[in-house]
């Protein structure tokens, strides 16, 4: 059974920073990718970013230039530094191992900016 543990989040004030912590109980190369996404309150689950085997990294509009996605392949651990961050990035966050049309979750992680 693949376990994803997301770690990291909080509240900051609009226009601070956060790391996440995405740690993956398989080596992250038995997926195609790895992936965060999130969800506000009364909203659908959205995608944020995504780095895949070969190290493609892929981010949504509202984050792009603000969030970065990397791993520690040792580590089995992938991460989103988020800076800059807006009220409008609050929400519970999530991450997936995916591969083919299996998605494996973890339980997320709350961020909340807000002053």
């Known amino acids: 059974q693949v376990q994803l543990v997301e770690s990291g989040g909080g509240t900051v004030q609009p226009g601070g920073s956060l790391k996440l912590s995405c740690r993956v109980s398989e080596n992250i190369f038995n997926f195609n990718s790895v992936a965060w996404h999130r969800q506000a309150p009364g909203k659908e689950r959205e995608f944020v970013a995504s780095?895949?085997?070969?190290?493609?990294?892929d981010y949504s509009d509202s984050v792009k230039g603000r969030f970065t996605i990397s791993r520690d392949n040792a580590k089995n651990t992938v991460y989103l530094q988020m800076n800059s961050l807006k009220p409008d990035d609050t929400g519970v966050y999530y991450c997936s191992a995916n591969i083919l049309r299996r998605h494996y979750w973890g339980q997320g992680t709350q961020v909340t900016a807000s002053s």
């Open positions: 780095i895949n085997v070969g190290g493609r990294m």
